[in-house]
């Protein structure tokens, strides 16, 4: 059994002055409090208290090449020898965006941000200037950010509490959201098509975009259905909406084009960031030149004096690079195919109904007697109290997972690792009860 007592100390300390302990909600809420880290390399991660994990977290995914990559951390310093900030334009960032339009279908021309949440509402910006309208449509359980007009819909007091699916009920994350953010979007459940098209015919004149993340990775990492995203694409080019894909996640891990390439179907603008900048601050939209020209002209302001700095640049130049000359990705989906098997088969050996969904490079493990899951519906019928007792025998064990079941392949995880990790679970499913 790991021990946490100088974590417990720094938390103590750290509670004094920081406002519970932490600087982000999520890593309050680990086993048996907020842990404190002091190294990680490749695919490990040591603890404070000496304590080493196999990381599967990735530091919430950005790690794509595991911690401290050496080609990373060598361009940031030399790099960053030269300035940190210019408040004007520099080589690397041209470099970097000409190799992000060469990779992602959608990116004709794009703009770097410092994350997601500001990237995603700069899409609604953009996608509000173009179409004259003001509302955007956004499904059940996707996470788009933690600002308010995002911030709804990613949790709810139950199942029952949602109501009916063609006018469900949406709650708050957070006290504090303005009441008024409520106003801006249409949420509905995810991979029902003919909901959605039902729901965009009667708001056609009201929609300015519809979001998603093509694959729902921050509730249940669940597939869409066959020809879903598809029939979205359909759609928003019928009544001239916005189709806007939140690749925070499938960016650079499912392939260097992202999930737009895996299912070959392109949105008018997308985000990336996480994996891009290998744990930098650094998000990025992309979108066709006939939706980011607005930006261009500057119809559509968009700002930022830490955009782009010298250090973001370069850490995600190097991973790009990395990922080009490596192609890690067919083996990143073995690895992942292969721990998804293990443990699916750990499950079953210990007579527990673990559930495991996913594809290849991010999979979730949950425990329900759901045959399938489809929607956040779907994953509100989980046992998290299972779960949870999961996840700590893991860390316990040395697994580092995320504590919604999130576990991430990264390029310099190995066969080894993963069996490591399936003959942990092996023995914490085995004691369970």
Not at 290 to 319: D, F, Q, R, Y
Request: glycine share 10%; net charge negative; with cysteine.
């Amino acid at each position: 059994m790991n021990q946490y007592n100088e974590s417990q100390r720094l938390l103590e300390r750290a509670s004094s002055v920081l406002a519970g302990g932490v600087s982000s909600e999520f890593r309050k809420y680990n086993h048996p409090h907020a842990l404190f880290y002091k190294a990680g390399n490749g695919s490990r991660i040591t603890d404070v208290d000496g304590n080493e994990y196999l990381d599967f977290t990735l530091s919430q995914g950005p790690l794509i090449l595991g911690h401290s990559h050496p080609r990373v951390l060598a361009a940031v310093q030399s790099y960053s020898a030269l300035g940190q900030l210019y408040a004007g334009q520099h080589i690397q960032e041209v470099e970097l965006a000409e190799k992000l339009c060469r990779h992602i279908p959608s990116a004709e021309l794009l703009r770097f941000c410092l994350d997601g949440s500001e990237a995603v509402q700069t899409a609604f910006r953009v996608a509000r200037a173009k179409t004259g309208k003001n509302k955007f449509l956004r499904f059940e359980g996707h996470y788009h950010g933690w600002l308010d007009n995002v911030a709804w819909g990613i949790s709810s007091p139950g199942l029952e509490s949602l109501g009916e699916e063609d006018q469900p009920n949406c709650y708050p994350w957070s006290n504090g959201i303005s009441p008024n953010s409520r106003e801006e979007f249409i949420i509905l459940p995810w991979n029902d098509l003919d909901l959605l098209a039902q729901t965009v015919e009667r708001y056609k004149d009201e929609l300015a975009a519809i979001i998603t993340e093509p694959i729902m990775c921050n509730n249940g990492c669940i597939l869409p259905k066959e020809g879903f995203l598809e029939g979205i694409r359909s759609i928003c080019d019928r009544y001239g909406i916005a189709l806007i894909f939140d690749e925070v996640i499938t960016g650079f891990r499912l392939g260097l084009g992202g999930a737009q390439t895996y299912f070959n179907v392109t949105p008018d603008l997308s985000i990336f960031a996480k994996a891009m900048g290998s744990g930098y601050p650094i998000s990025a939209i992309v979108g066709k030149a006939s939706w980011m020209e607005c930006i261009s002209k500057s119809e559509v302001i968009h700002a930022g004096t830490m955009n782009s700095s010298n250090p973001t640049i370069a850490a995600s130049l190097a991973t790009i690079s990395v990922l080009e000359e490596e192609q890690p990705y067919p083996r990143m989906f073995e690895l992942g195919e292969r721990l998804m098997r293990g443990l699916e088969d750990a499950g079953k050996e210990a007579h527990q109904n673990l559930k495991v969904y996913g594809i290849g490079p991010v999979l979730v493990t949950s425990f329900s007697d759901l045959e399938g899951v489809f929607n956040y519906r779907d994953t509100l019928q989980a046992d998290k109290a299972k779960l949870n007792t999961f996840i700590i025998g893991m860390q316990n064990q040395g697994v580092r997972i995320i504590g919604r079941g999130l576990w991430y392949i990264s390029a310099v995880h190995t066969e080894k690792d993963i069996d490591f990790a399936i003959e942990k679970a092996k023995y914490v499913l085995a004691h369970m009860g």
